[in-house]
């Protein structure tokens, strides 16, 4: 279990961006990556903690970047579900590599891969130790994986979200474009909207508001970031938004 300097958590969801997946890469895999996320992975149950995912598929296609004349809004939007559904499976395989049983969920099947989703079975699943990865959005366009993953952390019970990007917590301006932008360690929702910062989407920010999620905003990498804030790691900087 977690020592008692540790955050309070039994169950959290991770939401990781697809990009990131990808390192310095232009789409895919770094396969580095992907292998150290597994290993951290299994840490962070070995303190006690159940675990869920939604991933990300920027790192194959990003639905709401990528409309034009052939392709409309929807269309879009339902490839970068599919690319999700990719990076689940490449997930999976990562995972069973270091001995860590996993299920892939989605809301609509895809045969041979994905087991459709009922909030007891895998609340009851991931009670029994079981990491349950979330791919294929929410099977609806218009619908960021941010929305995906604030809904399936309120349906599974969790205490709290992590959401995994390119930089270390929430910032005024945006840090890639700016040195001098300020780091916010804590906000409350109450305080801020956090859409006008870039954290995350309208709808995702209204349902975590609204019913009291915890979020925690960092750096996927390094991957050993999650487990370090978890331990109440004062190195590690993030944003823990309640």
Do not use: W
Not at 12 to 32: A, N
Not at 35 to 62: M, S
Not at 140 to 147: E, N, V
Not at 194 to 218: C, P, S
């Amino acid at each position: 279990m977690m020592s008692d300097q540790g955050l309070p958590y039994k169950r959290i969801l991770l939401k990781i961006s697809g990009e990131v997946l990808r390192g310095g890469q232009s789409h895919g895999y770094d396969s580095k990556i992907l292998g150290d996320l597994a290993n951290t992975i299994k840490k962070v149950k070995q303190t006690g903690i159940e675990l869920c995912l939604v991933v990300g598929g920027g790192n194959f296609f990003r639905g709401a970047e990528h409309c034009a004349e052939l392709i409309t809004r929807v269309g879009a939007d339902n490839i970068g579900m599919m690319a999700t559904v990719m990076n689940g499976v490449a997930l999976q395989d990562a995972l069973k590599t270091v001995d860590v049983a996993s299920t892939l969920v989605s809301n609509q099947p895809y045969a041979g891969l994905t087991e459709v989703f009922n909030a007891s079975k895998h609340q009851a699943d991931i009670a029994a130790g079981k990491v349950i990865i979330f791919v294929g959005g929410l099977s609806m366009p218009y619908l960021t994986t941010d929305t995906c993953g604030v809904v399936r952390a309120l349906e599974m019970n969790c205490d709290c979200m992590f959401k995994a990007t390119k930089f270390p917590g929430v910032y005024d301006v945006n840090p890639a474009q700016n040195a001098g932008a300020k780091h916010y360690a804590n906000l409350s929702y109450s305080d801020v909207d956090v859409t006008k910062l870039g954290a995350m989407d309208q709808a995702a920010y209204v349902l975590a508001k609204e019913n009291n999620l915890e979020l925690i905003v960092y750096s996927l990498l390094p991957v050993e970031n999650i487990l370090k804030i978890i331990q109440n790691d004062p190195t590690v900087l993030y944003t823990r938004m309640k």
